[in-house]
């Protein structure tokens, strides 16, 4: 089982809509948890950190479920410009080693 | 500017040979890493280092060799046992003990001709 899983997608969707990406992560260990964007053929950019409380960024809002160990990203009122690869991202803080999930297709149509 | 800078962005390397990936932070960040994107696919971790003149093999180490003399820099080597070197190479960097996220550099593509 890989340590951190993602939905590969793509996910395919009008622009404006609502779209959610679910994360999980096998090792509860696990200190710290992000999200990542990458366009294509460019370097992984840090999109936001994730909170167990959950945080809130503009459009876009993050969540950890520890209990349930997955992490979520949820981005409303979709752009063109959210067309990218978006990155599952798990901190072991103990090992200082990042993990990354395989990422999620996302392409938003007008 | 604090950043992380790789060099250099496009290599090209005939077989048989060894090629060395630059890698150099000013962010003063103590972990650094080295990740393989094949197209298509997620990252993978080849090597990792927490502190100077230590690093850990990451999931795919196999034909490559890192070293780490200073805390700034942090090269990559594909050797030629690495039997499939063609790939987008990253070199992230980040500060372990508070949990913040990795940044990246700009990636270097190595092609094999």
């Known amino acids: 089982r890989k340590e951190v899983e993602q939905d590969p997608g793509p996910f395919n969707v009008p622009e404006g809509a609502t779209v959610a990406f679910n994360c999980t992560y096998s090792n509860s260990a696990s200190q710290s948890f992000f999200w990542y964007r990458q366009d294509c053929r460019k370097e992984p950019k840090l999109l936001m950190s994730v909170y167990s409380s959950g945080n809130e960024d503009g459009r876009f809002t993050a969540q950890l479920n520890r209990a349930s160990q997955y992490i979520s990203l949820l981005i409303r009122d979709s752009k063109l410009s959210d067309s990218a690869t978006y990155l599952c991202?798990?901190?072991?803080?103990?090992?200082?080693?990042?993990?990354f999930g395989s990422g999620t297709r996302l392409s938003i149509r007008p | 500017d604090g950043g992380i800078t790789q060099s250099p962005k496009y290599l090209f390397r005939k077989e048989g040979q060894n090629v060395t990936l630059s890698c150099e932070q000013n962010l003063n960040h103590d972990a650094m890493y080295w990740y393989r994107q094949d197209p298509g696919q997620g990252l993978r971790l080849i090597y990792y280092?927490?502190?100077?003149?230590?690093?850990q093999k990451g999931d795919i180490a196999e034909g490559y060799s890192v070293s780490r003399e200073k805390k700034e820099s942090f090269p990559l080597t594909v050797t030629s046992a690495q039997k499939n070197p063609t790939a987008f190479y990253l070199c992230?960097?980040?500060?372990?003990?508070?949990?913040?996220?990795?940044?990246f550099g700009q990636g270097t593509r190595l092609t094999v001709v």
């Open positions: 280092s927490q502190i100077v003149n230590d690093f």
């Open positions: 992230a960097s980040s500060k372990w003990d508070r949990g913040f996220g990795a940044f």
């Open positions: 991202v798990v901190l072991y803080s103990s090992a200082s080693k990042i993990i």
